[in-house]
Antibody
Framework: DVHLVESGGGLVKPGGSLRLSCAAS????????MTWVRQAPGKGLEWVSF????????YYVDSVKGRFTISRDSATNSVYLHMNSLRAEDTGVYYC????????????????WGQGSLVTVSS | SYDLTQPPALSVSPGQTVTITCSGD??????TSWYQQKPGQSPVLVIY???KRPSGIPERFSGSNSGITATLTISGTQATDEADYYC?????????FGGGTKLTVV
């Protein structure tokens, strides 16, 4: 079974930094692209970032460009989201998700999701 | 920016059919997927590539996409289908989610 487990969330002050991790298991991690999606409290889903299976293709939503960095590590089967200069509007649950298409260079659809990690940005 | 528009809320009686729409410029030329999210839970993929159902998703869920509108249809709606539903498409170097539709089964 595919499992995605996020960690690293917590309370951080505005301007602070945080690194989210997503540990993947149950599939060939090197073959699949990964994505981060967030959800502000009581709001809808917002796509944040995508990284292709080989790390060569990376995309971000405009609101996080220059502040967030997505990366992946095949040695640990993990994908990361490094978040800097955090703002109150970055508050929410962050989900990692697997793209359903092997070797995707752009996002197609997300067939497996983690349970989410809560990030709260507040003074 | 690319936007996808969904009705904020719909209601349906048990056993009836409900259609949730998702509209966007040229949407029919893009692949659309749909996600179900129940309170306190992670989203679940229910339709991908416009009309395909992942394994484990009941046959009562179906999808289509043409022109500027994609649709998710639930036939014989059950109480367990009460949830928020989101459409998704790839815009211009961005993934875009629709605003979500809260489906109430009453």
């Amino acid at each position: 079974d595919v499992h995605l487990v996020e960690s690293g969330g917590g309370l951080v002050k505005p301007g602070g930094s945080l690194r989210l991790s997503c540990a993947a298991s149950g599939f060939s991690f090197n073959l699949f692209s990964m994505t981060w999606v967030r959800q502000a409290p009581g709001k809808g889903l917002e796509w944040v970032s995508f990284i292709s299976s080989n790390g060569a293709y990376i995309y971000y939503v405009d609101s996080v460009k220059g502040r967030f960095t997505i990366s992946r590590d095949s040695a640990t089967n993990s994908v990361y989201l490094h978040m800097n200069s955090l703002r109150a509007e970055d508050t929410g649950v962050y989900y990692c998700a697997r793209d359903g298409v092997e070797g995707a260079t752009t996002p197609f659809y997300f067939d497996h999701w983690g349970q989410g990690s809560l990030v709260t940005v507040s003074s | 920016s690319y936007d996808l528009t969904q009705p904020p809320a719909l209601s349906v009686s048990p056993g009836q059919t409900v259609t949730i729409t998702c509209s966007g410029d040229g949407l029919g030329d893009k692949y659309t997927s749909w996600y179900q999210q129940k309170p306190g839970q992670s989203p679940v993929l229910v339709i991908y590539q416009d009309a395909k159902r992942p394994s484990g998703i009941p046959e009562r869920f179906s999808g289509s996409n043409s022109g500027i509108t994609a649709t998710l249809t639930i036939s014989g709606t059950q109480a367990t289908d009460e949830a928020d539903y989101y459409c998704l498409a790839w815009g211009i170097r961005h993934v875009v989610f629709g605003g979500g539709t809260k489906l109430t089964v009453v």
